[in-house]
């Protein structure tokens, strides 16, 4: 089975402009995560996607949006970006044959943003 | 609030001795704890994981360890080799409005020194 795919794998953008990450969950995986990875913070969770419903947000600002399609891929986009923003954003889907069944996440390689 | 903290940030073996990172968390409704292992430019990869009715869990040269009492868990690799040298995330399940997420800990850089 392929694992999860995210594109594109880098990126650069100017202070200002928006930009729209795309991640291919593994096939059959039905829940997909976002988080943010920055050298100070860590892991940082952005939000949670389960059959195009967003369930869990975390606390960034408006800024940043998300969106799942029927075929369970999904979408993160940051508009108005700011020299912060730059990071590795990573997106990890799990299996979760029932809802709410905590299972294990598989990432992808992630999409690094620098942002200038 | 939901925490996980995790010790230490950085650790030194030599290749053959053993490796210990803890973590513990602020929840005690928690109940599933992965551990991950990222490589340099890469995403994190699985290694192991535990659930709550279980206090240990075995892989060949990694095991985890979990006391629900001190909400504490623990990763152990024996046996080190320098392709052990990596950054190693423990993470903790937060249930939230009949839904979950996963919080991490800060990261632990092992190097395994040959």
């Known amino acids: 089975k392929a694992g999860v795919t995210q594109t594109p794998r880098y990126l650069i953008k100017t202070r200002g402009q928006q930009v729209t990450l795309s991640c291919s969950p593994i096939?059959?995986?039905?829940?997909v995560s976002w988080y943010q990875q920055t050298p100070g913070q860590g892991l940082q969770f952005l939000f949670e996607y389960f059959s195009e419903t967003q369930r869990n947000k975390g606390n960034f600002p408006g800024r940043f949006s998300g969106r799942q399609f029927s075929n369970s891929r999904s979408e993160m986009n940051v508009s108005t970006l700011e020299l912060g923003d730059s990071a590795l954003y990573l997106c990890?889907?799990?299996?979760?044959?029932?809802?709410?069944?905590?299972?294990?996440?598989?990432f992808g390689p992630g999409t690094r943003l620098l942002v200038l | 609030g939901e925490n996980v903290e995790q010790h230490p940030s950085t650790l030194s073996v030599q290749e053959g001795d053993s490796a210990v990172i803890k973590c513990t968390y602020s929840d005690s409704a928690s109940n599933y704890f992965p551990w991950y292992k990222q490589e340099l430019g890469k995403g994190p990869q699985l290694i192991i994981d535990i659930r709550s009715n279980v206090g240990e869990k075995k892989d060949q040269r990694i095991a985890v360890t979990l006391n629900k009492t001190a909400k504490h868990f623990s990763l152990h690799i024996t046996e080190t080799q320098p392709e052990d040298s990596a950054v190693y995330f423990c993470?903790?399940?937060?249930?939230?409005?009949?839904?979950?997420?996963?919080?991490f800990g800060t990261g632990t850089r092992l190097k395994v020194l040959a």
């Open positions: 993470a903790a399940s937060f249930t939230t409005s009949g839904t979950y997420k996963y919080i």
């Open positions: 990890a889907s799990s299996l979760e044959a029932v809802s709410g069944s905590q299972e294990t996440q598989y």
């Open positions: 096939s059959g995986h039905r829940s």
